[in-house]
């Protein structure tokens, strides 16, 4: 058993603003004191870290960082779960969006639950062990070829996320995709779905024929269920798709601001920049946040360009500048709409980085924000961070700075959460405790 008290000290956190080095303690699992420290402190009681076993981790309540980077478990607000590490079973010899879409579904009918339930359980626990408290995964729930093969992701699903219970929390909503043929198949299976669990709306109303009417059914069905709606929204090239303005038209009129979420908006850094300043502004004022998917969105976008090619990552920093609430995610792992990845927010961290050209040193808190505290408020999680009263979700990471982050990604990682440590680095991955919650399936 671990012991329910621990303290910390040379601790970095980068997101307290007045810098230098802290002590931190944790009673019971949560946050009991954050102490501002003056300079390194020298203790022959609090073990180094880095030092110790995940043994000797688990039963050590003196620690001793030296200067590590502390963060709050990360948040990450967009992912794929279910379709994760599928590439194997479906290739996608155009990289486009449209192409990975139709190789999925022709695909998902071979898929059993139990594939897709080991799948997300897989995505899950690695990006535990990288850092993550938090998942919110989209889940493709194709309803018009068939409510079986739709069901059978849903149970998965909520299966997975009983077996990873102890080192993530994951939230699903699934993109239900509104067509008048199956309008009452679908509500049916809508409205079981959401009463079983399942957390939100999702969908991407730009791909319809019909995106007007699909984000009003998507918005009725939400406030019928007071759930949040968090729609993929313009994922385009073409500077002409503005579902976005008619998604903040909604939000407006419905009262949703603060519980809607738009993924991806590429089309905004195709357009021209007055009127993406137009729409970012209409975000801004409507409530609705964002969240920035770049290494999906660098593979996937700009595939018809030659010459100057667009790279399809939103215009995150106009976004952010107009108050906007932007997170970076994941998005897929390793299946036909991105065939790399593994679920380290970090390493997205730093490809927002690159593509937002975040590079100056007072960036790299705004990245770290887009991946801690950012996503944390989209996904509304509460008493979220390091400070009192908090439940205690951490991980540590062998950076001293968080230039240093971005330029390392540091493998080494001490993740706690749940009341326990979940992960160490010395320990070919993953901890005895991981291993034991996932060793039941």
């Known amino acids: 058993m671990q012991p329910n008290h621990l303290e910390a000290i040379n601790v970095k956190l980068p997101l ?23 300079g390194m402190i020298a203790s022959s009681e609090h073990l180094p870290i880095h030092e110790l076993s995940f043994a000797e981790l688990k039963a050590t309540p003196l620690l001793d960082l030296e200067g590590k980077v502390m963060l709050p478990g990360f948040v990450d607000a967009h992912m794929h779960l279910d379709k994760s590490y599928s590439l194997p079973w479906v290739r996608n010899r155009s990289g486009t969006l449209l192409e990975a879409i139709e190789n999925y579904r022709a695909a998902s009918p071979a898929f059993t639950k139990e594939m897709i339930r080991d799948r997300i359980v897989k995505a899950a626990r690695n990006s535990a062990s990288f850092g993550s408290a938090v998942l919110r995964s989209h889940l493709d729930v194709p309803v018009h070829m068939g409510r079986d093969m739709a069901m059978r992701t849903i149970e998965a699903a909520l299966e997975a996320r009983e077996m990873v219970s102890g080192i993530v929390d994951i939230q699903y909503f699934p993109m239900y995709f509104y067509d008048p043929a199956y309008e009452r198949e679908l509500g049916e299976f809508a409205a079981e779905t959401l009463q079983m669990g399942i957390d939100g709306v999702g969908g991407a109303p730009h791909l319809s024929p019909q995106p007007e009417t699909n984000i009003a059914w998507a918005f009725k069905l939400a406030q019928r269920f007071d759930k949040p709606i968090d729609l993929h929204t313009d994922e385009s090239d073409n500077p002409d798709a503005k579902t976005i303005d008619i998604y903040c038209d909604y939000v407006q009129a419905g009262g949703y601001g603060g519980r809607a979420t738009a993924g991806h908006l590429c089309s905004l850094s195709a357009m021209e920049h007055r009127e993406a300043e137009r729409l970012i502004g209409k975000m801004a004022d409507s409530g609705v946040a964002a969240v920035t998917l770049p290494v999906v969105n660098l593979y996937l976008q700009g595939r018809g360009d030659r010459g100057n090619v667009r790279r399809g990552v939103t215009r995150v920093r106009e976004l952010a500048e107009a108050g906007v609430i932007v997170a970076a995610a994941s998005d897929n792992i390793q299946d036909p709409f991105h065939p790399f990845g593994r679920g380290d927010l970090l390493q997205v961290g730093l490809m927002t980085a690159y593509a937002a050209h975040l590079a100056k040193e007072e960036d790299m808190v705004t990245v770290l924000r887009m991946l801690t ?20 979700s951490f991980v540590v990471l062998d950076a001293a700075s968080e230039e ?29 405790e991981a291993d034991q919650t996932i060793s039941q399936i």
């Open 16 to 38: 307290e603003e007045s810098g230098g080095l802290y002590t931190v303690t944790v009673r019971e699992g949560c946050w009991t004191a954050i102490e501002h420290q003056e």
């Open 373 to 392: 505290t950012n996503p944390a408020s989209v996904t509304g999680v509460r008493r979220y961070g390091i400070a009192p009263g908090n439940p205690a």
């Open 404 to 432: 240093e982050l971005f330029q390392e990604l540091p493998s080494s990682r001490w993740v706690y959460n749940k009341s326990k440590w979940t992960f160490a680095s010395l320990l070919n991955r993953y901890g005895v």
